[in-house]
């Protein structure tokens, strides 16, 4: 991201420098292959050029040499450039809707329309917003998440409506994240959570998408049944003890080689890389992760008592302790804070082991 090494390849066998033909070393933030191209974006040649975007012959990576944006008078297999239209640098790409979305730093947001060197352009698809940091922008499946100031939002409502408010994902918890100018974005397809960690702060905000389908489709109500009670968030606020702080210096998605699951790692300044998903009830095996979880909003009855009735569920894998503490105009109230124990599951036989079935 910070363009420190020419661009690599990887074989099978060997990493080593991309051997293309531009004659010059070859720089690039971002890399997607779309259409049976490597398309590259953010790139330096010998000049820096941010705002570029170059993608090469169809089929062949290494043939990047082009002078030419896409015309008639090129081959249809042949490479070309493109030019983002607002001439900002470019802060994210992703694959998203059958497109490829591009996103300029403090611009808008670009969709790469055409299908051959004829015809490939670059459109506005969304001026309300643009990406705040190199990697705030991460399909999730059926949608994409796009960390901008201040908040998170979905692009398929933005696809299918335009600019409407449904397309905040962030509104349960955008009084606590007002202050987050640039953010990092990591999608756990094995937990289906979103994972955002605002730059500086030593939080990591986790999206549970089950929970967020659950109450677009009606299956869980954003307020419970008695009308007056909380509001269901998809949101946990997540905070370590551990000295990594939830500050990583790279965030990535890859393949556990153990188990050959997918999984979120991340590294540390300091060379170390951590599994998100560890066994046991501690990460890095030292320091427990704490979850904050903010309900919605409780509806008080004038001048009269009242009971407060609510639901905690949780894994029984390992055992927990939680904290509720009640906040009326953004401060705690009350004598103190609510403390329960949630106990782990009873150790549970498997067969051949040495305790009995």
């Given at each position: 991201?910070?363009?420190?090494?020419?661009?690599?390849?990887?074989?099978?066998?060997?990493?080593?420098?991309?051997?293309?033909?531009?004659?010059?070393?070859?720089?690039?933030?971002?890399?997607?292959?779309?259409?049976?191209?490597?398309?590259?974006?953010?790139?330096?040649?010998?000049?820096?050029?941010?705002?570029?975007?170059?993608?090469?012959?169809?089929?062949?990576?290494?043939?990047?040499?082009?002078?030419?944006?896409?015309?008639?008078?090129?081959?249809?297999?042949?490479?070309?450039?493109?030019?983002?239209?607002?001439?900002?640098?470019?802060?994210?790409?992703?694959?998203?809707?059958?497109?490829?979305?591009?996103?300029?730093?403090?611009?808008?947001?670009?969709?790469?329309?055409?299908?051959?060197?004829?015809?490939?352009?670059?459109?506005?698809?969304?001026?309300?917003?643009?990406?705040?940091?190199?990697?705030?922008?991460?399909?999730?499946?059926?949608?994409?998440?796009?960390?901008?100031?201040?908040?998170?939002?979905?692009?398929?409502?933005?696809?299918?409506?335009?600019?409407?408010?449904?397309?905040?994902?962030?509104?349960?918890?955008?009084?606590?994240?007002?202050?987050?100018?640039?953010?990092?974005?990591?999608?756990?397809?094995?937990?289906?959570?979103?994972?955002?960690?605002?730059?500086?702060?030593?939080?990591c905000w986790v999206l549970h998408k089950t929970v967020l389908e659950q109450i677009r489709q009606g299956l869980l109500s954003e307020q419970s049944q008695q009308g007056a009670g909380p509001f269901v968030s998809p949101w946990s606020k997540w905070t370590t003890a551990h000295a990594m702080g939830f500050m990583p210096s790279c965030v990535m998605p890859m393949v556990n080689p153990l188990t050959g699951e997918d999984a979120v790692y991340l590294g540390d300044s300091i060379g170390r890389i951590f599994l998100v998903n560890g066994g046991g009830g501690q990460d890095g095996g030292s320091a427990d992760i704490t979850v904050v979880r903010r309900s919605g909003t409780f509806h008080l009855p004038y001048a009269e008592m009242f009971d407060i009735h609510g639901t905690i569920l949780y894994a029984t894998e390992c055992a927990a302790t939680v904290t509720r503490t009640f906040i009326y105009g953004g401060t705690a109230f009350g004598e103190q804070a609510i403390t329960i124990s949630l106990p782990a599951a009873d150790g549970v036989a498997v067969y051949n082991s040495t305790a009995s079935p």
């Open positions: 991201l910070n363009k420190a090494s020419v661009v690599k390849k990887w074989n099978g066998t060997t990493f080593e420098n991309l051997n293309h033909d531009l004659g010059v070393d070859f720089y690039a933030k971002y890399c997607r292959v779309w259409d049976e191209r490597a398309i590259f974006a953010n790139v330096t040649a010998g000049t820096a050029t941010p705002h570029l975007v170059v993608a090469s012959e169809i089929g062949d990576a290494t043939d990047l040499s082009t002078t030419d944006r896409p015309s008639s008078s090129l081959g249809l297999d042949a490479p070309w450039f493109l030019p983002l239209p607002d001439l900002r640098a470019i802060n994210g790409m992703e694959m998203a809707f059958g497109q490829l979305l591009i996103s300029t730093s403090r611009g808008v947001l670009h969709k790469l329309t055409g299908t051959t060197s004829f015809d490939y352009a670059l459109e506005v698809f969304y001026v309300g917003s643009s990406a705040a940091g190199d990697e705030a922008m991460v399909n999730i499946g059926n949608d994409v998440a796009i960390g901008s100031a201040a908040r998170i939002e979905s692009l398929a409502g933005i696809e299918a409506f335009g600019d409407v408010a449904t397309n905040d994902l962030s509104y349960w918890i955008n009084p606590v994240i007002d202050d987050v100018t640039s953010w990092t974005l990591v999608y756990d397809r094995q937990c289906q959570c979103l994972m955002c960690f605002p730059l500086n702060k030593p939080e």
